[in-house]
């Protein structure tokens, strides 16, 4: 199971921090990610992290603005976001890759409820 956090309304150039508690085994193979969603769009990959090493991975729209971390004792990911655009508007979920998955959001077994980001200017 998994529960997003953090969400809220800020404005443009603001920062956000998301949290993602998880609950059960996690295993070092797993990859917990994070994906999007904005109103009339398909679910999009914002960022990745193996769960065991640490490797991250984003998506060229967040890159260099977002960060990913975990914290393996509390089963935490977290989705640091600053220097929020418009377009980051949207609602956010995080997800457990069973598989390995790093990217593919169809890759992804278990999904958090979600939780929204809205950036005003």
């Known amino acids: 199971q998994l529960q997003a956090s953090g969400g809220g309304s800020v404005q443009a150039g603001d920062s956000l921090s998301l949290s993602c508690a998880a609950s059960g085994n996690i295993y070092s193979s797993h990859v917990m990610g994070w994906f999007r969603q904005a109103p009339g769009k398909e679910r999009e990959f914002v960022s990745s992290?193996?769960?065991?090493?640490?490797?991250?991975y984003y998506a060229d729209s967040v890159k260099g603005r977002f960060t990913i971390s975990r914290d393996r004792a509390k089963k935490m990911v977290y989705l640091q976001m600053d220097s929020l655009k418009l377009e980051d508007t949207a609602v956010y979920y995080c997800?457990?890759?069973?598989?390995?998955?790093?990217?593919?959001?169809?890759?992804?077994?278990?999904w958090g409820q979600g939780t929204q980001v809205t950036v005003s200017s």
């Open positions: 997800a457990i890759s069973r598989t390995g998955a790093l990217r593919v959001a169809a890759d992804f077994n278990y």
């Open positions: 992290i193996r769960w065991g090493v640490g490797n991250t």
